[in-house]
């Protein structure tokens, strides 16, 4: 896979979280998109598209205006999640999933015809990427037990640090398919 292919990705999640932005002016900056590329987490979605950025942008004002959007690890979602999810443009079940809340939700019309546009970029980018991602010897790859039967992908997360001291949450084995760039000092982020 090309080294540019994950950093031109990070810029469109960049760019489609600033179209966000602009509709919610107290969602904080995206601190590294990075980190979204090939993660996999069952409760937020396993799909990275323009859904997923805004159920992650609920997280994001929930972080803003300190509210407790989630519990059970982060697993549960919770009706103040389901209030921030409705302000950004997404509908939500009736009744709550037994262990994962109210964290199945989906673009209302209205959203997706507002971000028209952001998401065809990021659709594009989206598909550059994964044929990349295919294109690389995915038929000789191992993928372990959890691809062939249909796993989420989650796992137990551990922290990396970057150069700067930053850091994200992350899958080893996703860290160990490419690495992940942080956006303030260009350094990779390592495992702790």
């Given at each position: ?41 069952s409760a937020c979605g396993t799909r990275l598209g323009f ?8 997280h994001g004002l929930a972080a803003a205006r300190d509210i ?125």
């Amino acid at each position: 896979m090309s080294t540019t292919q994950p950093l031109v990705l990070a810029a469109e999640l960049a760019a489609a979280w600033s179209d966000i932005q602009a509709y919610h002016q107290d969602l904080p900056d995206l601190a590294s998109p990075e980190a979204l590329i090939g993660e996999s987490s069952s409760a937020c979605g396993t799909r990275l598209g323009f859904e997923r950025l805004l159920h992650e942008a609920a997280h994001g004002l929930a972080a803003a205006r300190d509210i407790r959007d989630t519990s059970r690890a982060g697993r549960y979602h919770n009706r103040r999640f389901l209030l921030l999810a409705s302000e950004l443009g997404l509908a939500h079940p009736v009744e709550p999933h037994a262990s994962s809340g109210f964290s199945q939700v989906t673009m209302l019309k209205e959203t997706r015809e507002r971000y028209a546009e952001t998401i065809e970029r990021l659709d594009r980018a989206l598909g550059a990427h994964q044929e990349a991602v295919a294109g690389e010897g995915a038929s000789r790859a191992f993928r372990g037990p959890a691809a062939r039967h249909g796993s989420s992908g989650g796992g137990v997360r551990v922290k990396a640090v970057c150069g700067c001291g930053r850091n994200v949450r992350v899958v080893p084995s996703v860290l160990a398919q490419a690495s992940i760039v942080c956006g303030a000092c260009q350094q990779p982020f390592k495992i702790a």
